[in-house]
């Protein structure tokens, strides 16, 4: 007998191919699910991160080295006052969640520099907050008048040097004497 030869269709061969490449596919899945459990379960078993139930103790002095971020209680307690002004927690924590954003160093700035004693005034704070970001957010750095350290007037007029606010050029308060010291508006002239 003459050996039989089979005959493999192109079909056939296409698809034992795609069952080949399946298997090595499925292969190349498990081997990675294990290395990476190999790896990230021992270093999460090992190094546990701070859990978000911790609370975290201020600073009872400042440390020898700046830090990233503010660790005053003053700053949070600050960030627990502006949190409901806002419209949605989503806005809030796009707001703060940079170093950069102009309503995260304001606030850093309203919790360190500008805090003065105003402890009791969230409403104060809260003004010093909110000219401390319109500062940050129109440049206030490279303003030509009045900004901080600017040699071009009185320091109690600077932005965010002076203790009152109400003194800074262009802005104007309603009258202490009436019992009101909030910011009324801010105006530019020409």
Not at 34 to 39: H, I, Q, R, S
Not at 126 to 150: D, K, M, P, V
Not at 174 to 188: A, L, R, S, T
Request: proline residues 5%.
């Amino acid at each position: 007998m003459i050996g039989a030869s089979a005959i493999v269709t192109e079909a056939e061969i296409e698809e034992k191919d795609n069952r080949k490449q399946r298997r090595v596919l499925k292969i190349g899945v498990s081997c990675f699910c294990l290395l990476l459990f190999a790896v990230v379960l021992p270093v999460a078993v090992i190094l546990p991160g701070k859990r978000k139930d911790e609370e975290v103790d201020a600073s009872e002095a400042p440390s020898e080295v700046p830090s990233a971020s503010p660790t005053s209680s003053t700053f949070l307690e600050l960030l627990q006052t502006l949190e409901p002004l806002y419209p949605s927690k989503k806005m809030f924590n796009k707001a703060f969640s940079d170093f950069e954003t102009p309503q995260y160093r304001a606030a850093e700035w309203a919790a360190t520099v500008g805090r003065l004693d105003l402890a009791g005034s969230d409403a104060r704070m809260i003004s010093r907050f909110a000219l401390a970001s319109f500062f940050y957010s129109t440049n206030g750095e490279t303003w030509t008048r009045c900004a901080q350290e600017s040699a071009g007037c009185d320091v109690e007029q600077s932005w965010l040097l002076g203790e009152d606010e109400c003194k800074w050029l262009f802005v104007s308060c309603h009258d202490p004497d009436v019992g009101d010291h909030g910011v009324k508006e801010i105006f530019f002239s020409e």
